[in-house]
């Protein structure tokens, strides 16, 4: 839950700093006092965009910041997956230079924009009047029933078998496709693939042939060189085996008179065990050097084969080569076990259409009961908001398999007990339309945890007993979650048990905007303000006591 919100440089907001309650918070104000630019700040960290008219003044930077209490809310997965460090106290913010550039931070770590918007969508929903249109949204209403039937892990397993279906269903079309090229193609593909199926490649071929090749070329030169060495080695008198065997002497004849004299005639001896499995290395190595022209012209003929293939192939390794020959091996069989490859992706595709199809089959079970329980909730809950003979009914519709399952769900309405129940974004009216999402939100709110939730004037249109029912459900709301209500009815306003109220002040730079917690006695008069108008009478402000219980 929203801990506490600062704003700095906002529109008309120079500097607030509130701290909100855990419960219902109550938000009210004259028109056009700040209150929808409060709603604007909050949205910077969840995540909207902005631009610099944002900014109160166009030289300082613009600053919302909010602190989140984010405890028993299970967001760690979600902190992990983003690489940002957890804390029970989150605090997230967002910074706008007069420039246009926009950075976001939680938890002091920069974000992006996207994975803000992400974690906005975690934490608060916001809900105005102009989002009661929501209903007409597919997406909407398949969540709302996918979050009372608790559907998600299915929905996930569902997301992967679907995800495999459209994957091998994408690979029967491709290998269709591509079977009635190489049919026209075949003797062209038939000719490539045994071009490289003759030349018996293998891997690491290539560079044992190079090397091989630079042997046989440079016989000569190489029995010159390893001679020479073998001889400054092993001559019996120059070498450098007899000159180290002399040395060593000399340094055993000094042990007796020297300190260090065994020592340096045990390296000595070291050096020379060395220099002798060197001098045999190289007389081996010797004797295996020849002159062989045929030899030579056998692998410089298979060198010219290999790099006329990788030519002709434009690649610079027989790795790629041998993946170009598989290929074409590919391609052959296709050619040749048509009807054999196609009757195993088509089998494929069957097994995971049936995977598909019966978890969606379960998972409509599981949509037709969340819609069952959403239809008789809501009409019910109407009927608490003056709306007694009305009538809504969840209706589950099959459809062919999709990413969201073999379902539509539909949202059905009739304002009078014997009307005919017809789409409610056809028929309802926009009051009518802002109750029932109430009502959606009441319900839905009882399995979600989201720890948020923003009413704006969701109550707009309705008045006297409906106002006080309206204030009880939302009241109700706040039992489970934080909720902060915009609202311009005093029935309303008294269920809070947090009062806020936005004013705007006009000072010597222009007008400003302000919020502040009423104290009861404030709220007494608030409230009486808002069942009496400018001129606040005694009788209103009794009625506002009794509003207040």
């Known amino acids: ?85 957890y804390d029970d106290h989150c605090t997230v913010r967002r910074v706008i230079t007069p420039a246009g550039k926009s950075r976001a931070y939680v938890n002091d770590l920069p974000v992006q924009l996207a994975t803000l918007k992400e974690l ?29 039937s608790a559907s998600h892990p299915l929905l996930s397993r569902y997301a992967e078998a679907y995800a495999a279906l459209r994957s091998a269903e994408r690979e029967l079309e491709q290998t269709r496709a591509e079977a009635e090229r190489n049919r026209a193609d075949e003797e062209w593909v038939r000719y490539q693939w045994e071009q490289l199926s003759a030349a018996a490649l293998r891997e690491g071929e290539l560079a044992e042939l190079e090397q091989r090749q630079s042997e046989l070329a440079n016989s000569e030169e190489i029995s010159e060189r390893i001679g020479g060495a073998v001889e400054a080695l092993g001559a019996e008198e120059r070498g450098v085996l007899t000159m180290l065997r002399s040395a060593e002497q000399s340094m055993r004849h000094l042990s007796g008179v020297w300190s260090i004299g065994e020592e340096m005639a045990e390296r000595l001896r070291s050096v020379q065990v060395e220099l002798k499995d060197i001098e045999a290395t190289l007389s081996d190595a010797l004797d295996r050097v020849e002159a062989d022209p045929a030899a030579l012209a056998t692998v410089e003929e298979r060198l010219a084969t290999i790099y006329a293939l990788l030519r002709k192939h434009k690649v610079d390794t027989v790795e790629e080569l041998l993946a170009i020959q598989a290929e074409y091996g590919r ?5 040749t076990d048509f009807e054999g490859v196609i009757t195993r992706l088509e089998k494929s595709v069957t097994e995971r259409r049936a995977t598909a199809t019966e978890i ?9 009961q969340g819609a069952s329980q959403l239809s008789s909730g809501v009409t019910e809950m109407l009927a608490r908001l003056g709306m007694s003979g009305a009538r809504f009914e969840c209706r589950i519709v099959p459809i ?3 990413e969201s399952g073999a ?22 009216s926009g009051g009518e339309i802002s109750r029932v999402m109430l009502c959606l939100k009441a319900i839905a709110a009882r399995c979600a945890k989201l720890p948020t939730i923003i009413f704006d004037e969701i109550d707009t249109g309705v008045s006297g007993r409906v106002a006080d029912v309206t204030g009880e459900v939302i009241a109700e709301l706040s039992d489970t979650m934080q909720v902060l209500n915009i ?38 008069e608030e409230i ?7 001129t606040v009478t005694d009788a209103a402000r009794e009625q506002a006591k009794q509003l207040l219980g």
């Not at 391609?331 to 050619?335: A, K, N, Q, T």
């Open 1 to 85: 839950m929203i801990l506490r919100v600062t704003v700095e440089n906002y529109a008309l907001i120079r500097h607030l700093d509130i701290t909100l309650g855990s419960g219902l918070n109550i938000i009210t104000g004259e028109t056009g006092a700040g209150k929808s630019i409060l709603l604007g700040a909050l949205g910077l960290i969840l995540g909207n965009r902005a631009d610099t008219a944002a900014l109160a003044d166009n030289v300082s930077n613009c600053v919302v910041e909010a602190e989140f209490d984010l405890a028993g809310y299970d967001l760690q997965p979600f902190f992990e997956e983003q690489d940002l460090e």
């Open 120 to 148: 906005g969508l975690r934490l608060v929903d916001i809900h105005s009047q102009h989002r009661s249109l929501l209903v007409a949204s597919e997406e909407f209403r398949r969540s709302v029933v996918d979050n009372l």
């Open 331 to 335: 391609r052959m069989e296709l050619i």
């Open 360 to 368: 969606a089959a379960t998972l409509t079970a599981l949509r037709q």
């Open 400 to 402: 062919p398999l999709s």
């Open 407 to 428: 379902d539509s769900v539909e949202y059905l309405f009739s304002s009078s007990p014997t009307g005919t129940l017809l789409p409610i974004e056809k028929i309802a």
């Open 487 to 524: 609202t311009h009815l005093p029935q309303v306003a008294s269920k809070g048990s947090d009062h806020f109220v936005v004013y705007k002040e006009v000072t010597a730079t222009g007008a400003e905007s302000h919020i502040r917690r009423l104290t009861h006695e404030e709220r007494i």
């Open 528 to 534: 009486a303000k808002m069942l009496s108008g400018a």
